[in-house]
């Protein structure tokens, strides 16, 4: 299955094997999820948050969202 939403915005803790992205779907509401990757293993990001089918209006209140589920988020927009 294809990815159909558009990420806006893909924020990587240090190391780049945690990311938060920003989403837009094809129906116009934007998201959030957490992703992980291991570099041994070549399947790529993989969700670890599951926060993905939550909807906001616009990127902003779903940033937002990810800064309060989020734990290391907010540190890692301050580097």
Known sequence: ??????VLRSINLDGETICVDIFLRPDGSF???EFRRDPEDGRGWYSIGHHGTGRYANEDQA???ALDT???LADALDA
């Open 63 to 65: 940033l937002r969202a």
């Open 1 to 6: 299955m294809a990815h159909v939403n558009k």
């Open 70 to 72: 989020v734990g290391w």
């Open 31 to 33: 998201g959030f999820d």
